[in-house]
């Protein structure tokens, strides 16, 4: 296995625990605080930056990872794990679905396929 697909399935883990945990994790350990959430720029219009950046992240490590050998697979993957994860936040208590995290999630996964596609495109010319 390579070490793209390794990192990419402990991101992918790390990911999923963060999203199913009735809290956050993240605002525990950095404030000590399971309802406060840490922002790491401010959000964009209706999107949010935090889950953008992770989700740019996720989907280009996996585009990485699966592209040539599994190339529908990863895609489908990642679109709806976008959607899923953030749906998820309907029956997790003390989570809210959000629009907002939900259209970051997918832009991230977007834009990191638009990114590795231009990044194929000029590599093969």
């Known amino acids: 296995m390579q070490k793209t697909k390794i ?3 402990i991101i992918n883990t790390i990911f999923i625990v963060l999203y199913v945990y009735p809290g956050s994790i993240l605002g525990f350990l950095i404030y000590e605080d399971f309802q406060k959430q840490p922002q790491i720029t401010q959000d964009f219009l209706l999107i949010s930056s ?4 992770s989700f740019f992240v996720l989907s280009l490590v996996g585009l990485i990872s ?3 050998s599994n190339k529908i ?3 489908n993957y990642l679109i709806l794990s976008s959607i899923i994860l953030e749906v998820l936040h309907l029956v997790i208590p003390n989570r809210s679905f959000q629009y907002s995290d939900l259209f970051g999630n997918i832009v991230g ?3 990191s396929i638009f990114l ?3 990044f194929n495109f000029w590599r093969k010319r």
Not at 50 to 53: E, I
């Open 7 to 9: 990192l990419f399935n």
């Open 50 to 53: 935090n889950h953008l950046y």
């Open 66 to 68: 699966y592209y040539k």
């Open 73 to 75: 697979l990863i895609l």
């Open 109 to 111: 996964v977007l834009m």
């Open 116 to 118: 590795f596609n231009i």
